[in-house]
């Protein structure tokens, strides 16, 4: 018996990392899983890890910025799933640059994935949602979005953007039982951080009291509690987890 | 199905308000107590039902009952 057992989730990102970590974590407590990235075939390591678990997933392919691309995997997992319950908004990506330096593909990029990404995903399932007067989303944000960074004002304005999201969404579906929340990360060992330099990933676990770098299943963890009735009186909330490194 | 029936139809399981409130003259929001988000719900549900695009032009004079009869009338629409 798990805690999210006959819920349906749809995560985004689902093929590696955090994407990867939260579909696993929710499989495991009963939920069966559409996964949804860039290309299906990098789905197949998570869709066999949650069919390990006993849990049905299916795949679906989507370039989250894009609309039509969006409803049609709605659709197909409504289709084969029958309900989305939960929605998890967790692809995203840097392209990361100092402000003066940074192209306008390199902003657009990013903020199509992980901004206008969620807001199409969190649109296509809030029909469903309200019609069964039950629901949950969980965004997650970074905490880049709460403090910004210098070379990221992309990927920074983005997460921010994806907590104003929240936030509205959250006061607009509440009245429909339907509650939306935010996970906002610190520093998570996945391979979007592998690739920063070994003196700025110093100075990153110096401003860490826990003096520990993230992983993906402390915040699957946290995506759990969100998205379970463990959180029932929750909405429009940004739940950090990040070792102490920000506390606000 | 007639347009009215349909309409009612749509109306009480959106709002669940009972058949016989549901008169021409009923206002949702005044009379069916409507809120502004079930509201845009039920105009979601009539483009679905009728196969038509409601722009948001026409959809906010949409406030009664009878103004959606009429409207989805003079579009040629049926149920």
Redesign the interface.
């Known amino acids: 018996m798990g805690i999210l057992d006959g819920k349906v989730a749809l995560v985004t990102g689902a093929a590696r990392g955090i994407g990867r970590a939260i579909a696993e974590r929710l499989a495991a407590e009963g939920a069966d899983i559409a996964l949804c990235d860039l290309k299906e075939e990098w789905l197949a390591d998570t869709a066999e890890a949650v069919a390990g678990a006993g849990r049905r997933a299916i795949r679906v392919a989507a370039d989250v910025g894009n609309a039509a691309g969006v409803q049609a995997a709605v659709d197909k997992v409504v289709q084969e799933l029958g309900r989305v319950d939960i929605l998890v908004n967790n692809a995203g990506i840097t392209r990361d640059g100092f402000l003066v330096r940074m192209s306008e593909e390199d902003w657009d990029a990013v903020l199509s994935v992980n901004l206008k990404g969620a807001f199409l995903f969190t649109r296509a399932v809030a029909?469903p949602m309200?019609?069964q007067r039950s629901g949950v989303i969980v965004n997650i944000a970074s905490i880049i979005g709460l403090i910004g960074n210098a070379g990221q004002c992309n990927y920074a304005a983005s997460k921010a953007g994806l907590i104003a999201l929240t936030k509205s969404c959250a006061k607009?579906l509440a009245?429909?039982n339907v509650r939306v929340n935010a996970v906002a990360p610190g520093f998570i060992q996945t391979k979007m951080t592998d690739v920063l330099a070994e003196d700025v990933k110093k100075k990153m676990l110096d401003a860490i009291p826990m003096n520990r770098f993230g992983t993906s299943e402390d915040i699957a963890n946290a995506v759990l509690f969100l998205a379970s009735e463990q959180s029932a009186y929750m909405t429009g909330q940004v739940l950090s987890v990040n070792g102490g490194m920000v506390m606000m | 199905m007639a347009i009215e029936d349909k309409v009612k139809e749509i109306i009480v399981e959106q709002l669940g308000v009972n058949a016989d409130q549901v008169k021409p003259e009923a206002s949702f929001i005044e009379d069916l107590g409507a809120?502004s988000?079930d509201t845009v719900?039920l105009v979601?549900a009539f483009e679905e039902e009728f196969g038509a695009e409601i722009p948001d032009e026409d959809a906010e004079k949409l406030t009664t009952v009878g103004a959606v009869i009429e409207y989805l009338k003079g579009k040629g629409l049926s149920a």
Do not use: I
Request: charged residues 60%; without cysteine; aromatic residues 0%.
């Open positions: 029909r309200m019609k607009e009245g429909r | 809120d988000l719900e979601m």
